[in-house]
């Protein structure tokens, strides 16, 4: 009650026309006092499954922009596909010629598994396929020392971080990207034109990371393969297939196009304009 008391005063101050709510938790106070005061209510969905906040105003609210053509929850004529927010252009994918560079994003959540889990099945594949790859890893802090010593007992060509900031480079230069099934990941990976394997976090809200994988593996620009008992053996399985078959890789990367995922930026601030015109 108090953040929500605090949010009228402040919104009583600032007299905005319009009032922005991306779905966060903490996002609830100040629709609500939006509402309470009759100001009008965007919303803006992240996911393929409309968020609970935004669920809760979605009455309320003048427009609900997505970032997937198709959002579970989000029907009506007051619904625009506008995508989502990232800074990153389409990069052309080149067939790789001797090297293949494997690009591993772990994200925050469920980082562990990727550190122990998918470095596993990296090192378990055949010989002849870890001579030709390049792995390049975001690890957690605690965890890189051991995952280095790993790949390095195997001989494979390893470069390990908690985080890169410059993460469309190393896209640019990824031939196959293993990754969470995180909104703003999705949107990297695909604008930028790569193909990947979507491990999606099973402990997600609403089971949104598996839908979200779901519409990008639907258009053959992604497999997934999801976190239970058969994960490390279906991981395994398919990277060996993925790894030797440069064509399906391309295939995939191809096939991004039709997910018609894409930079909403422009059509945000185009939607937003509108509904203040």
Do not use: W
């Not at 007051?78 to 001797?98: H, L, M, P, W």
């Not at 378990?124 to 390049?134: F, G, H, S, Y």
């Not at 890893?137 to 605690?142: A, R, S, V």
Request: charged share 25%; with cysteine.
């Amino acid at each position: 009650m108090y953040s929500c008391a605090l949010a009228i005063y402040r919104i009583r101050k600032l007299k905005p026309r319009l009032i922005i709510g991306f779905g966060s938790y903490a996002s609830f106070p100040t629709l609500l006092a939006a509402k309470i005061l009759s100001i009008p209510i965007v919303l803006h969905e992240q996911n393929t499954v409309l968020g609970r906040v935004n669920r809760f105003f979605f009455k309320s609210a003048k427009l609900i922009a997505t970032s997937f053509p198709e959002t579970k929850y989000a029907e009506g004529s007051k619904c625009v596909f506008t995508g989502n927010f990232v800074d990153i252009e389409a990069q052309g994918y080149s067939r790789a010629e001797t090297v293949l560079n494997v690009l591993i994003i772990a994200g925050s959540q469920g980082a562990n598994f990727f550190d122990d889990v998918v470095s596993s099945v990296i090192c378990d594949l055949p010989v002849e396929v870890k001579e030709r790859i390049r792995v390049t890893q975001q690890c957690t802090k605690k965890n890189i020392n051991k995952v280095k010593s790993l790949y390095k007992s195997e001989g494979i060509d390893c470069e390990l971080s908690e985080f890169f900031d410059d993460m469309e480079s190393r896209l640019a230069n990824a031939h196959l990207v293993i990754s969470r099934a995180g909104a703003t990941s999705i949107a990297e990976i695909t604008i930028a034109e790569r193909p990947a394997v979507y491990i999606p976090y099973p402990h997600s809200k609403d089971n949104h990371q598996f839908c979200n994988a779901k519409h990008i593996e639907d258009s053959g620009a992604a497999v997934m393969v999801e976190q239970n008992s058969n994960a490390k053996k279906n991981l395994g399985e398919l990277l060996v297939d993925l790894l030797q078959n440069c064509q399906k890789l391309c295939d995939m990367a191809n096939n991004t196009k039709k997910t018609r995922i894409r930079n909403g930026v422009t059509e945000f601030i185009k939607a937003i304009a509108q509904e203040l015109s």
